[in-house]
């Protein structure tokens, strides 16, 4: 992953509905890591055709995911089994916001019921303006915004860890 690239997972509603009887607003990392969440995937070639509709393939580097766009640029994954699909990844430029890749994959998502996971673990629908809220507080935007900036920051925050240990 590129420091200016925001990432999030496609999730099917279906499967979160089945997993906790209800939607929460938040899936935590060990919850998300037991794949118990893939049931209501479309199936594998109805969302190759929708992916090459929004970026070119690209060619990948295992043969249990396939991939759209560019590797340090917009770019689809889609990970996949022999029982089918079993995770759908989704990175953003956030150098270059492309509004059509957005659009594109947010009709995407809506059109198969699927929700959008972010890295620290927020859930919700398909929406322009709250994955822009999400990418904007995100680090990849700090980043873009000023890399000195966001370098210091860590760098001061690395020191404070080190001090905490150390008292």
Known sequence: ??????????????????????????????????????????????????????????????????????????????????????????????RSISHLFVVAVLDMARQHALRLRTPDGRLFQPSYARLLSAIQTSDSFRFVQDPHVFFDALGRAKADEESKKDA
């Open 1 to 94: 992953m590129a420091v200016w690239q925001f990432d999030f997972h496609l999730l099917p509603t279906e499967g979160i509905i089945r997993r906790y009887k209800v939607m929460p607003i938040a899936i935590t990392g060990a919850d998300f890591d037991q794949g118990e969440l893939i049931i209501g995937f479309p199936t594998l070639r109805e969302l190759e055709i929708e992916f090459s509709k929004i970026l070119p393939p690209l060619q990948s580097w295992s043969e249990q995911l396939k991939q759209w766009g560019h590797d340090d640029g917009n770019r689809i994954d889609d990970s996949y089994e022999e029982s089918g699909i079993s995770s759908i990844f989704v990175r953003v430029d956030v």
